[in-house]
């Protein structure tokens, strides 16, 4: 038979386990990696949770803030500096930090971000303000460690650590800027004469080496072919001299008559007496070379021509 009041006292029941069930899973956080949550307890700081599964206890406990680990980025707006030599430049800064410390990231200061542009923005204008527009454009590097080493000496009771700092533009005034200009074009005007005097330069030497190595060339051709002239005639000469040692040596060897001799002699004679000599030296025995000659013109015409009887 049905009892409402075993009904109603069963529906309380279910209630209730459904319930604290609830509120068991309600209070079981996981905290993600490279996060972590700061838990308080009765409105008092109670832990730090780093990555893992935990429990907090109902109605006590609460994740006062959760807290990234990883290095965050900050782009801050330009803010107006004034240089040592009165000059108003816009400079904006890149801030790149990290959470050391959940605790006093959490209770260290109020807001944290806004502490560390307003930090950032009266740091930059000290070190800015002690420095010539020249050389604030040239010492970026300078420049960011100086903001770097103040920020994180700062920050540290913040439970923030500041890696680097960037300034991510330095723009001065309008007639700065076309005074910069002017002054850029002139000294690419300036280096581009260099460069084409220096191209000349070089073409010039150029030019003049090939001429001397032409030069040079030339003359070991002229060389060359002066020694090659002079052997061929040294060879011609030795040739010529050898031939007549040689013809000499066959006369020797023939053993030729004084009539053989004699005729040799009347045709050199003849040759040189054929009008091209200035001078004719007439050996002393032409007497005999005439008569042998007498004798030779005798005999050739006692000889009967060939062909009668």
């Not at 590097?141 to 680097?164: F, M, P, Y």
């Not at 220096?198 to 002229?222: F, H, M, P, T």
């Not at 025995?285 to 004798?295: D, V, W």
């Amino acid at each position: 038979m049905f009892d409402p009041a075993v009904f109603g006292t069963l529906f309380i029941v279910v209630v209730l386990i459904v319930f604290v069930l609830a509120v068991i899973v309600a209070n079981i956080k996981i905290v993600p990696q490279a996060h972590a949550f700061v838990v308080e307890r009765l409105g008092a700081f109670h832990a730090s949770w780093g990555t893992g599964l935990h429990v907090k206890i109902p109605f006590l406990d609460r994740i006062a803030k959760k807290v990234s680990l990883k290095e965050q980025v900050i782009d801050f707006p330009p803010q107006p500096v004034i240089t040592k030599d009165n000059v108003t430049m816009q400079i904006d800064t890149v801030v790149y930090f990290q959470i050391t410390d959940p605790k006093l990231y959490a209770y260290g200061v109020e807001n944290p971000i806004s502490a560390i542009e307003n930090l950032t923005a009266t740091t930059l204008r000290n070190i800015i303000g002690e420095m010539e527009l020249d050389h604030t454009l040239t010492s970026r590097d300078v420049i960011n460690s100086k903001i770097r080493v103040v920020l994180d000496e700062a920050t540290d009771a913040w439970g923030i650590k500041v890696n680097r700092v960037e300034l991510k533009n330095i723009v001065p005034p309008k007639e700065i800027q076309d005074s910069m200009e002017k002054q850029m074009k002139a000294e690419r005007e300036r280096r581009a004469k260099i460069l084409d005097a220096e191209g000349e330069k070089r073409s010039a030497i150029l030019i003049a080496e090939g001429q001397k190595e032409s030069a040079v060339l030339k003359a070991e051709a002229i060389k060359e072919t002066k020694i090659r002239e002079a052997q061929g005639e040294a060879e011609a000469v030795l040739t010529v001299q050898k031939a007549v040692a040689d013809a000499i040596k066959l006369m020797n060897e023939a053993n030729p008559s004084d009539g053989v001799i004699a005729i040799k002699s009347l045709e050199a004679f003849e040759k040189a007496a054929d009008g091209k000599a200035t001078k004719i030296i007439i050996p002393s025995n032409i007497q005999s070379l005439a008569g042998l000659a007498t004798s030779v013109k005798e005999l050739m015409t006692d000889v009967p021509p060939a062909g009668k009887g």
